[in-house]
């Protein structure tokens, strides 16, 4: 115990004597509080500020980029770089190793910005994570307000789940399961990927996006796309009081080959909801996915495969006593997959309270409750962003 409250206070003690702010932050001289509620968690702003490709329109500061007497560079001052500290305590009382200090748990080098008028980028580097070294995550271009419509392109790694809900905005330190549960051998998930996304909003409300995608993700190095098959993922939603009220659904079509040379073709469809009110934020989605072959079992076996359905279910509520003013924030999770495949099933409940020590500096209290068998966690740290 006596090791983990030194380290907490050295974390604590770095972060106030530095004085640090967010890359973008630093770029505009604003707080933090400005896009987020807390830290990482996005407000309507920052979901604007990320949607203009991290710029504010009519409000970028000169002292910002260098004039170089060429209208057409764009040269950034300075290379917008930030990161971010996560390190907890976990006691797991049922599993060999009772307590563990997960110190870093996650540790990211971030940056982003512009390029052009009408062009950006965001990309960070994972150096640690559960601790793996894991490398790059997201990674992109972003082309915005082509053609002087509202079609935007994003070239690129990223999350196929991030148009609903960025994971990496999350208060939990549980994950949402809904985005990357996987079947049987299958590749493929709602997780990250490479390829392109189109996105076209309306001026009544409505959003759609559509992406292409390789299909196998990203996990094994030196390999892009591991067959000649792609997915197409499509998404529609529709904001309703002032934005207060998103309605979307979600559309999937993929097909992957196995090392065998059997082939699976994957479905995903489903609703999300999410709901914002002045002290509190709900989501709510659903999944259904199909499987026509995961185990990948040949031919000769089994004519046309083994198929699995899946259904997948992610509920959470944060809840801000005092609106963005507040210092201490509560959240409810519920993940929960149940697949024909039994090795698949996930459910748990997670509560986790979160506050502020300064305004990117987070205190964490976590505990999460598997439902389906007798695994509790808990876990309590820091997050820092700087």
Same mark, same amino acid.
């Given at each position: 115990?006596?090791?983990?409250?030194?380290?907490?206070?050295?974390?604590?003690?770095?972060?106030?004597?530095?004085?640090?702010?967010? #890359?973008?932050?630093?770029?505009? +001289? *604003?707080?933090?509080?400005?896009?987020?509620?807390?830290?990482?968690?996005?407000?309507?702003?920052?979901?604007?500020?990320?949607?203009? !490709?991290?710029r504010i329109p009519d409000k970028e500061p000169p002292r910002a980029t260098i004039d170089? !007497?060429?209208?057409?560079?764009?040269?950034? @001052?300075?290379?917008?770089? #930030?990161?971010?500290?996560? !390190?907890?305590?976990?006691?797991?009382?049922?599993?060999?190793?009772?307590?563990?200090?997960?110190?870093?748990?996650?540790?990211?080098?971030?940056?982003?910005?512009?390029?052009?008028?009408?062009?950006? *980028?965001?990309? *960070?580097?994972?150096?640690s994570e559960d601790s793996k070294v894991v490398g790059i995550e997201d990674a992109y271009l972003y082309l915005h307000d082509l053609f002087g419509t509202p079609l935007s392109l994003s070239v690129g790694q990223f999350r196929i789940s991030d148009p609903i809900k960025a994971t990496e905005t999350r208060l939990t330190v549980e994950n949402y399961?809904?985005?990357?549960?996987?079947?049987?051998?299958?590749?493929?998930?709602?997780s990250y990927d @490479?390829?392109?996304?189109?996105?076209?909003?309306?001026?009544?409300?409505?959003?759609?996006?559509?992406?292409?995608?390789?299909?196998?993700?990203?996990?094994?190095?030196?390999?892009?796309?591991?067959?000649? *098959?792609?997915?197409?993922?499509?998404?529609?939603?529709?904001?309703?009081?002032?934005?207060?009220?998103?309605?979307?659904?979600?559309?999937?079509? !993929?097909?992957?080959? +196995?090392d065998g040379g059997a082939t699976n073709s994957v479905t995903y469809f489903g609703p999300d909801v999410r709901l914002r009110l002045p002290n509190a934020e709900l989501l709510f989605e659903y999944v259904h996915r199909t499987d026509s072959n995961p185990l990948f079992v040949r031919a000769e076996f089994a004519p046309g495969g083994i198929s699995h359905t899946t259904d997948a279910y992610l509920a959470e509520a944060v809840i801000a006593p005092r609106g963005d003013k507040s210092k201490t924030f509560y959240t409810v999770a519920y993940n929960r997959v149940d697949s024909s495949l039994a090795s698949v099933d996930y459910q748990t409940l997670t509560f986790n309270v979160s506050h502020l020590l300064r305004r990117n500096l987070r205190l964490v209290a976590e505990y999460t409750h598997d439902l389906n068998g007798d695994f509790h966690r808990f876990m309590s740290g820091l997050m820092t962003a700087f």
């Open positions: 115990m006596k090791k983990f409250v030194i380290t907490i206070l050295a974390i604590i003690a770095l972060a106030q004597t530095a004085a640090a702010i967010p #890359a973008f932050a630093r770029k505009y +001289g *604003y707080s933090c509080e400005i896009c987020h509620a807390p830290v990482p968690r996005l407000k309507a702003f920052g979901e604007e500020f990320m949607d203009n !490709g991290y170089t !007497g060429d209208p057409t560079l764009l040269l950034q @001052r300075e290379l917008p770089l #930030a990161m971010r500290f996560d !390190g907890y305590l976990a006691y797991e009382p049922n599993s060999a190793v009772k307590s563990d200090f997960r110190m870093p748990f996650a540790m990211k080098i971030v940056s982003g910005g512009n390029i052009s008028e009408h062009v950006s *980028y965001y990309a *960070y580097f994972v150096m399961m809904l985005f990357k549960f996987r079947v049987g051998e299958s590749k493929l998930s709602l @490479r390829g392109i996304i189109a996105g076209y909003g309306t001026n009544f409300g409505t959003d759609f996006v559509l992406q292409l995608v390789n299909g196998n993700g990203i996990d094994e190095e030196e390999i892009f796309d591991s067959d000649k *098959y792609k997915s197409v993922v499509y998404r529609a939603a529709q904001n309703l009081w002032k934005d207060n009220i998103r309605i979307g659904i979600l559309g999937y079509a !993929g097909k992957e080959e +196995g």
